[in-house]
Structures are given as C-alpha cells and as structure tokens.
C-alpha cells in the first residue's frame, strides 16, 4: 500500500520510531433516507431501541421500518442515519463526514422516483463509498427479476473503482408480521456485515449466512436466473435452513481482482488502518528511521491479520509484503517533494496474487 506523505525536516535520528497500527471498525453503515422533520443532518442511532428516540416514529414503520429493523435483528451494531428532507443526496452525504468510522453506505427508496433518479444516487453513493474506502449496499427494485437487476445495476453506468465498491442484493423480503410491507434487503445485509465482521473478521464473505426474523424472499431465483446473473447477490429460501444470502461479489464485472465483497472491504480496511496511522508521522523527518518504523508498524499489523486467517499464505512472506525506502518505493522526486511513499501487498483470500492498495497522507507540518 503506497503511503506518501510530506516531511520537510533535513536532520536525522539514530533509533527507528516505535509506531503502531491501530484496527479500526470495519462495518459501520450510514442509512440514507427521507426521515422528514424527526431530525435534520445525521444522527447516531446505538441500537433497535433507540430508533425512535434517535429518529422519530417514521424510522420504525413501513418500508424503512423494516429495513432497519432488519438490520439490528441481524447483528447490526450501532450505525447512522442521513436525512434527505429538504435537501440534496450530496448534502446527506456531506453531513456523514463528521463521523470517520462509517464503512457502509445504504441508499433507502433507491427506485423510489425512477430508474434515473436511481442511478442517479447510485452513482453519487458510490463515488463516495470509493473515495472513502468504504461498502455501498444496494438493491433492485421491488418487481425485478435476477435478469431485471443486473440490468438495471449496469444501467447505474459506474465506473471500475465505484462499481468495485458495491454490491447489490436481490429480491425484496417478506417479512413475518401480518399485513408488513415487502422491504429491500440491504438492512439484514448490512446486519450480516456487522455480524460476520465480528465473529470472523471482515475478510471472511458474508454469504451462505442465515437471515433471522422469520423473512422470506419475495420470489425464487432460478439457478439458471443465478448463472445468468453473477454479479447480482441472490438472497434465497432453502428448506430447513430459512432464508440465505448466497452471493458476494461486488458490481465491477472487468476487473477479477475486486470480484468480491470479501477482498475489496479488506483492501480498503488495511487503506483506511493505515492512514491513519499516518498522523503519527506528520512532523517526523523523511529518513531512514521514519521508514523502519512505518515498516516494522505495517508488518506487524498484517502478521496481526495473517494470524487470524485473514490472508492465505503457510508463511508471513507468503501472505503479505511490506515496502519502503529510496530506491525501493521512492525517487529522489518524491524525497524532494517531502512524500514518503510505503507499499504494501496482501495475499486475499480469494485471488492467488497480492492485492495492492495504495494510501496518501502529507505530514511535515510546522
């Protein structure tokens, strides 16, 4: 992972810094909705109990009722809601970079004003989940069929970095109560994030992964529908194992190196870990002992993950690679320019080679 940051001391030290890499949350979602007057901006919400508190009656009925609902009967921690009354997408989003943690984006009503309108948000949701090494979750429209959603998910027309950073879901769900309305299941999937990250870690897929609260697809998906539609994430209803979610690949068809949800969250969790641990550099100078403990802070973190099983490989060398230096990561342009660049490569656990991911920052501030 290319690290580059700025310094601009000329003097040097005789030990190398002791540095760290702290792991940062990895599922966080932020629901994007119309939550009308109940709150402006984003909120907090810390679990199931707290929506109407939080958010106000509308967010515990109807279809954004189930959704959430959804979300915290499946594992979901606490997570954040944007508003969209009264203003625009990008103005909910905006509200949402107060918060650092968030990982998830999940657009609510996509397909509530047309196709257009839907990739229209589809396309600025993900372009923010790209640019903040996070997840978009969405989903087809009510009355799609698999053939009908993957349509529908590349007449979205996103680029390869957004549409490697989403994935989509389908069909709706039934939910168990009498007389409920049929609601997206992007709240359980986020819920199933959460849960899954936290009992296995965020490299392990969230697939073949029983849904709870009694909800059901609201249609089958043939096996041929399915073949058809790989990039689509199918949720189905399997006799005596309830309903699963049997699909998880991300939206980007042209590149095999983000097909899965899985490899991409991982990539951008070790990006998102290790910018900022780049804050604890900003003032240092750009030498030598500034580029040992940028290693040793990087190496241990991933030995950290291999440990876990996060990363194949029989041996450290095998799973994972740590890169720094002049000469080796560095030309005397970017010494020149203050930037100091650390590359890293992980052995995911899907594709047989390193996954490079590459993080920016700028340090030497006076």
């Known amino acids: 992972m290319p690290i580059s940051v700025s310094y601009p001391g000329a003097f040097e030290e005789d030990a190398p ?4 890499v702290s792991a940062g949350a990895t599922a966080v979602p932020v629901f994007i909705a119309d939550f009308g007057t109940a709150f402006e901006g984003a909120v907090r919400v810390n679990s199931g109990s707290d929506l109407s508190r939080a958010a106000g009656e509308g967010a515990t009925s109807g279809v954004t009722g189930g959704v959430l609902r959804g979300y915290f009967e499946n594992g979901g921690g606490y997570c954040y809601l944007a508003n969209t009354a009264g203003k625009s997408l990008q103005a909910a989003l905006n509200s949402a970079e107060a918060f650092d943690d968030v990982t998830i984006l999940v657009p609510l009503g996509l397909w509530d004003s047309g196709a257009d309108a839907a ?56 939910p168990s109560g009498d007389g ?14 959460c849960r899954v990250d936290r009992e296995s870690g965020v490299w392990k897929a ?77 003032f240092e100078p750009n030498s ?25 490989g029989n041996t450290p060398k095998e799973a994972y690679f740590v890169q720094i ?31 490079p991911v590459t993080v920016i920052g700028t340090v030497g501030r006076a």
């Not at 009510?142 to 970095?161: E, G, I, M, P, Y």
């Not at 409920?180 to 994030?193: E, H, K, R, S």
Request: hydrophobic residues 45%; contains cysteine.
């Open 288 to 312: 030598q002992p500034t580029w040992e403990g940028l290693r040793a802070a990087a190496d241990t973190y991933l030995n950290g993950i291999w440990e876990q099983g996060g990363l194949r």
């Open 119 to 174: 990739g229209e948000t589809a396309r600025a949701v993900t372009a923010y989940a790209a640019a903040h090494q996070s997840m978009a979750i969405l989903h087809a429209g009510r009355d799609h069929n698999a053939r009908q959603a993957l349509a529908a998910s590349r007449a979205f027309k996103l680029d390869a970095d957004q549409s490697a950073h989403a994935a989509l879901y389908h069909p709706w769900l039934i």
């Open 325 to 355: 230096g002049h000469g080796v990561t560095m030309t005397e342009e970017d010494l020149r320019a203050d930037r100091v660049v650390l590359k890293v490569g992980l052995a995911a656990v899907r594709p047989a080679e390193f996954i």
């Open 17 to 20: 810094l002791s540095l760290s």
């Open 180 to 193: 409920a309305q049929l609601f997206p299941p992007v709240g359980v999937v986020a819920g199933l994030y």
């Open 206 to 282: 969230p697939v073949n992964v029983q849904v709870a609260g009694g909800v059901r697809p609201s249609q089958a998906v043939t096996d041929a529908e399915q073949a058809e539609a790989t990039s689509v994430n199918v949720l189905c209803e399997f006799k005596g194992r309830g309903t699963l979610v049997w699909g998880g690949r991300t939206l980007n068809e042209t590149d095999d190196q983000w097909t899965y949800v899985p490899v991409r969250r991982l990539a951008d969790t070790v990006q998102r870990d290790l910018q900022k641990a780049l804050t604890s550099v900003e």
